[in-house]
């Protein structure tokens, strides 16, 4: 089981950015999937980034793609979501989640969930 907690977030004027990071506790973290979504107030939680347990693979979402990279390092149990050129879209409370099969574009594919990190961009 994997605990996650995510850090970083905050309020940032347009075209600023930021890191996001998440901790996961327990010894297999390395073994996990991991992916960041956000929900913005009133929409349903939408994919943002994926990256597979060895870093292998990653993905992202058309609007993020360019913009956004998310990175893992198993040493410290930690996965990022280096965000720049944010726009007041990217609004939204950023959840980071893992899973030890499943690498998904869909939340129904992630057993493990943060509590989430606000961010958000003012025009």
């Known amino acids: 089981q994997v605990q996650l907690v995510e850090s970083g977030g905050g309020s940032v004027q347009a075209g600023d950015s930021l890191r996001l990071s998440c901790v996961a506790s327990g010894r297999t973290f390395r073994n996990y999937n991991m992916a960041w979504f956000r929900q913005a107030p009133g929409k349903e939680r939408e994919f943002v980034a994926a990256?597979?347990?060895?870093?292998?693979?990653?993905y992202y979402a058309d609007s993020v793609k360019g913009r956004f990279t998310i990175s893992r390092d198993n040493a410290k149990n930690t996965v990022y979501l280096q965000m720049s050129s944010l726009k007041p879209e990217d609004t939204a409370v950023y959840y980071c989640?893992?899973?030890?099969?499943?690498?998904?574009?869909?939340?129904?594919?992630?057993?493990?969930w943060g509590q989430g990190t606000q961010v958000t961009v003012s025009s």
């Open positions: 989640a893992g899973d030890l099969f499943s690498i998904s574009r869909r939340h129904e594919g992630y057993a493990y």
């Open positions: 990256i597979s347990w060895s870093a292998s693979n990653s």
